[in-house]
């Protein structure tokens, strides 16, 4: 990847993302072929519900039209051309520290290192002493494991007799395997380590790439 166009803010100099110069470099020749493209601004936003995988829109949009509580930055290329990003506030923690980026054979691509945020499943419990036991084994044996495929599991919570939900994200998502390593190796390694917790059950809906949570 090549160097990155820098990203001020002139309220905060936070950054949230970087952009690489291909992407920046793409973005603009997008943007200055629109009409009025000196006025638009690049919308990033998370447009995929909680418990998924991050899934993005990415629009221009005029610049002075974005809400009061968007987050704008300009990115600065080293060619000294300027993009401006609009963040929309309910995103901006997910993007924090991620990259846009473009490469030859995936076009533009969002790097990551975020997680998404866990859904909330009427009936199951995941703030007591059990789903404590049950995360230190997610994050600190399962997902590890799975790093190496490129995919994590999140817990999603108990239900009081005995199965821990979790759904399944990154590489393992909608993969083949998915729900042999969910049964054959999560399972096996919270049955074992976690008193209380006899199964899992997958909540990731693997044939069509969604996530359509029980209730």
Known sequence: MSPLASETDTSTGNLIITVSAEAQAELVQLRD??????RLGLR?????????????????????KAAFSDEVRTHTGADGSTLKVIIPAKDVDSLQGAVLDRTDSQGLVIRNPNKPQVPTIEGLTRDDALSAEVEAVVAGEVNPALAAHG???TY??????GTAYL??????HGCSMSRMTMLDGVQTMLVEQVAGI???KDLTDHASGENPFYR
């Open 167 to 172: 759904t399944m994200g990154g590489g393992c």
């Open 156 to 161: 999603v919570g108990h239900d009081g007799e």
């Open 44 to 64: 990033l936003e998370i447009v995929s519900g909680a418990g998924e995988d991050f899934r993005y829109d990415l629009s221009f949009d005029v610049v002075t």
């Open 33 to 38: 072929d629109e009409p009025d493209g000196d």
């Open 151 to 153: 995919g994590f599991v």
């Open 198 to 200: 006899e199964r899992v």
